[in-house]
């Protein structure tokens, strides 16, 4: 349940176009084209250091993923920019990614999504944008490119897919035989233009490494891969002979992301702990042999989230970190229990883009590249030795948001929690309150430049907004990750009850008029609240839950639950019914919006109805929107138009 709230809406004729940025309107236009956030998706500096790669697009108002994205090349010594022209043009979904560079830096490559069939491309481009050559045609998906030293192209791919990789993706329609073997995401390199597959068939490979003396490392597991990642194991994938497990987690409440190969092939690290989604990636650092040996816990107790991880030009593992309100990077050294942890760059109220550390790295230059932004500014490609970036691309300059932002800390049963309060710049008197609950729940509200869309209507009218950071989220410690295990919705809410009192006494906050909403977990937060409390005068859920047992039948991931949960549904019934909103569902009095999308395979579509048919029935203030084709999060221009007003309209009725 990663995906945060995300209402998104422009129209279809500025999508289609791109809605250039900073556009003059023509004399006599009434209405000049809304200025919207361009978002780098990806970002790769070359091995010699003189190029970024980067996929990028606008991203739709207050949303985040761009419906349509380029491929860009720009100079760090002059300054030069080349798009790439792929052969679909700028079509909405039909997007590059995965950019990857040769060792010579002479050459990239990327993969090309075509819309609505789940079919990919491999595509390699000279560094001057010349020679645009197609090298693969694939009839399934693509992903994580990767030079390997020989030259040849490594990848994740799945033959004949039924739908996009992830499960945050629209699912496939339910009908036919559902314990019909699926197809699973291999380990494949690209040999003479042809695929040549390199972990066995009966294994889903979520995250790969290549290993010096030939083979890979991957996280992995049988069977469905939406739904098993949360029993994944590391693996060693040799050249020749079959996979070998390297390391199994012994406890049900930990998950492992991110293998990463040491630079002398001797151990593989990696991040371990609690995870509600793959992809959201934290916990504490790990390393294990490749030759066998016991398995290190490099960072114990730590007081922060590892993010991401990789291992630095001079050998030492460096980690990405989520500390409080910073974003760091930290160097662990050799990666051996006795390292002491090194603070390298600190950044808060600050963030970069999360891949290896927020960071692409260029060995031979000694430069780097990322992305970064905050809550008031917006994101920008930077370049330069670690820590010492300056902005290689300005095509955000001069956009701002109507805000002051404070981190605050309180207490709540023992834990020091925090969160994000989001001001108007110009406050009179008292003013209503939106508290935005993250999705995850292993997650955490960052410092974001959300752009035009909800977020800044709400400012504009004079809401403060509240992003708490409760129990089950990143950034304290992995105890704190696990401190909403068996307990959704109690702990974690009182921890955003007594959030909220703490923003009363810094903020001239009314009591009167707070509002609640949020995606995933945050719909799960939003419905359960209002039926705990009083104290919210408006809620909208967006894919939400309010049954635990009924979801439990439902979802396209229910391996996800155990580490919650403890158990099964069918094994622990109690558990799961004390966690849900429909058996408190007769206290609620707070008007309720919900909507979902009909494909979502994380928070089904029944899940929302059943909670607003339930509200009718009571007579409580409720409305509901089932979008169709959409998965969890919506994507189509019109749909996701109407969300965000239904949104804006539902708490201004209440709210106001």
């Known amino acids: ?144 490119l990767r030079y390997l030293p020989d030259g040849r192209l490594a990848m994740l791919a799945t033959q004949n897919a039924r739908k996009e990789v992830g499960a945050t993706e629209a699912g496939a329609p339910i009908a036919g035989d559902l314990d019909e073997a699926v197809p699973e995401q291999r380990i494949a390199v690209l040999d003479h233009d042809a695929l040549e597959w390199a972990s066995p068939q009966d294994l889903y490979v979520y995250e790969y490494d290549w290993r010096p003396g030939g083979g890979f490392v991957g996280t992995a597991a049988p069977g469905d891969g ?26 049900i409440r ?20 609690l995870m509600s989604d793959f992809g959201s990636t934290g916990g504490e650092v790990y390393t294990v042999p490749l030759a066998g040996g016991p398995t290190v816990r490099v960072t114990p107790d730590l007081a922060a989230s590892a993010t991401s991880l990789v291992w630095g030009c001079s050998g030492h593992l460096l980690a990405g970190m989520l500390a409080g309100e910073s974003t760091e990077v930290v160097d662990l050294g050799s ?38 932004e905050s809550f008031t500014s917006p994101p920008e490609i930077e370049a330069g030795p670690l820590g010492h970036w300056k902005d290689l691309t300005s095509v955000n300059a001069g956009m701002r948001m109507p805000l002051s932002v404070r981190s605050i800390t309180w207490r709540s049963d023992g834990f020091d929690v925090q969160g994000w309060l989001l001001l108007p710049e110009h406050v009179t008197g008292k003013i209503p309150l939106v508290t935005i609950v993250h999705g995850g729940p292993a997650a955490a509200a960052e410092p974001v430049f959300t752009g035009p869309g909800l977020y800044r209507m709400l400012l504009e009218r004079g809401y403060a907004l509240f992003r708490p950071n409760p129990r089950g989220s990143y950034g304290q410690s992995e105890r704190f990750t696990q401190a909403n295990v068996r307990d959704f919705g109690h702990g974690d809410l009182r921890d955003i009850l007594a959030g909220i009192d703490a923003a009363e006494k810094v903020a001239p906050i009314d009591e009167a008029r707070l509002g609640i909403t949020g995606g995933s977990y945050g719909g799960f937060m939003s419905m359960f609240a209002v039926t705990q409390t009083p104290r919210f005068k ?28 403890g158990a099964s549904a069918y094994e622990d019934p109690e558990v799961y019914a004390r966690s849900s909103a429909i058996n408190y569902i007769r206290s609620v009095r707070t008007p309720t919006f919900a909507y979902v999308g009909e494909l979502d395979i994380e928070c089904p579509a029944p899940q929302t109805r059943e909670f607003w048919h339930a509200l009718k029935a009571l007579g409580v203030p409720t409305g509901v929107m089932i979008y169709p084709g959409e998965g969890h999060g919506l994507r189509e221009p019109e749909h996701i138009a109407d969300a965000l007003q239904r949104t804006l309209d539902w708490f201004e009725r209440y709210l106001k």
């Open 1 to 144: 349940m990663r995906a945060t709230l995300q209402i998104t809406a422009v129209t279809g004729a500025a999508l289609l176009a791109g809605a250039a940025r900073g556009a003059v309107p023509a004399a006599g236009a009434e209405n000049p084209p809304e200025r919207l956030v361009h978002r780098f998706m990806r970002v790769e500096i070359s091995p010699d250091g003189t190029l970024v790669a980067a996929v990028e697009g606008d991203a739709p108002r207050s949303g985040y993923l761009p419906a349509v994205r380029d491929l860009v090349i720009r100079s760090l010594r002059g300054g030069v920019e080349r798009r790439i022209v792929v052969p679909c043009g700028r079509v909405p979904q039909c997007w590059p990614g995965s950019p990857t560079w040769a060792a010579d830096s002479r050459h990239l490559s990327f993969t090309l999504r075509t819309p609505a069939s789940h079919a990919y491309a491999i595509y390699t481009v000279a560094a001057d944008g010349a020679g645009l050559e197609r090298r693969l045609d694939f009839q399934g998906t693509i992903s994580e």
């Open 226 to 251: 939406d739904n098993n990642w949360w029993t994944a194991k590391l693996y060693a994938f040799p050249l020749a002979g079959a996979a070998q497990v390297l390391y199994s987690p012994q406890d």
């Open 254 to 273: 930990q998950q492992i992301a991110g293998p990463k190969v040491s630079r002398d092939g001797r151990s593989v690290a990696f991040i371990a702990g």
């Open 335 to 372: 990666g051996a229990a006795a390292s002491s942890p090194h603070v390298l760059v600190s950044m808060p109220a600050e963030s970069l883009s999360e891949r290896d550390t927020g960071v692409s790295w260029s060995c031979a230059s000694g430069l780097t590249a990322t992305v970064h």
């Open 538 to 565: 408006a809620a909208v859920a967006a894919a939400g839950i309010s049954n635990w047992l009924s979801y439990y039948g439902e979802n396209g991931i229910d391996a996800w639950m155990i580490p919650y949960f």
